[in-house]
Structures are given as C-alpha cells and as structure tokens.
C-alpha cells in the first residue's frame, strides 16, 4: 500500500476498515478484510468512484453513471441479489448492516442483512416517491415526495410505524438516533 495513498481528495470508513478516494476516482482499501479492508475482489470495477457509503462492515461505491459496486461482510457488501437494479442510483443511505438506494425514479432498492433494513419486500409497494432516506441503527425510514413515511427493518429501531402512520403525513423532515425516529 505505500505510495498508494496519493493524490486522495475523502477518506471513509467501516468499523475496522478505510476506503480513500483518489483523484482519478481509484479507490484504496485498508484495515480488516472482513470490513472492507480488502477490496481486490472489485478492484477493476473501482474507477470513477464519486462517493463511498458505509456499514459496519462493509462499503458501496457510487459511479457517476448511478451503478453501485460493493465488497466487505454480509451486511452489505454482498449486492448479488439486486445488482441488476442498481443503476440509476442517485444516493445511497445505511444502517449498521444493510443499505438503501435511492433511484433517479424515486424507488429504492436494498440489501444487507435482513433484520438491520437490507429487505424491503414488505414495504416494496410503497417506496416509491422517495426523496429521502434516514436510518437508526437498524431501521429505515423513507420520507416521499408527498410528505408521508415508510418505515421498515427492525421494529424496536423504529422499522415499525404502524402505531402512528396515521400523523405520518404532510412530513418535511425526519430525524433519528440509534434507536428510534421522530
């Protein structure tokens, strides 16, 4: 890795991993393997990287072509099972162990581990419109271009809004910590 880290313009990190971004927007990764540290596996594929998300343990790159490129642990860094929709993404948002991107067409796709938001399928009807995405530790919520919210993930992180979805209209701005929304 010496002499790699030159010319670097961001820096990220996972919990025990780092990812810098160069100004030819190559990509060096350093730290545990199992959290990202070793990104040989996607190596041609991290060029042109504008942006760098992270979990715990694992990152997504962001392309300006809106195509996403993932490495790390199962909490993320494994987009198999949707890597044919990941184009067209515009942001890409986290929990500790999955991700949600949000498309140019307002829907949004997401993996990861399960329990932590990276499955959407109950909510998948209604992440449509979206315009920004939040996360507690391991939940998401989805506020749409119709100031209503989506909530999915873990019930006790706020994945669950069912006991208030009623006054969850005319919304403009979500805020959360680890464990919850408001």
């Known amino acids: ?9 961001q820096i990220y990190s996972s919990g025990y991993a780092f990812a810098a971004v160069k100004s030819d927007g190559t990509v060096v990764t350093w730290g545990s393997s199992s959290s990202g540290g070793d990104s040989s596996a996607v190596e041609g594929q991290l060029t042109g990287v504008e942006q ?26 494994n987009s198999s099972a949707v890597a044919g929709q990941l184009t067209g993404v515009e942001q890409i948002y986290s929990t500790r162990n999955a991700f949600a991107a949000v498309k140019s067409d307002g829907t949004v796709v997401t993996w990861g581990a ?10 998948a009807g ?30 006790d992180f706020g994945g669950n809004s069912s006991a208030v979805e009623g006054q969850l209209a005319g919304v403009e701005q979500i805020y959360s910590n680890g464990y919850a929304f408001a």
Do not use: R
């Open 52 to 77: 760098i998300y992270s979990t715990s343990g694992a990152f997504a790159a962001l392309k300006p072509d809106g195509t996403v490129v993932t490495w790390g642990d199962n909490g993320g860094g």
């Open 1 to 9: 890795m010496e002499g790699q880290l030159t010319g670097v313009e």
């Open 114 to 123: 399960s329990m932590a938001g990276g499955d959407s399928s109950a909510v």
């Open 126 to 155: 209604q992440l449509t419109g979206v315009e920004q995405i939040y996360s507690t530790g391991t939940a998401f919520a989805a506020l749409k271009s119709d100031g209503t919210v989506v909530t999915w993930g873990a019930s």
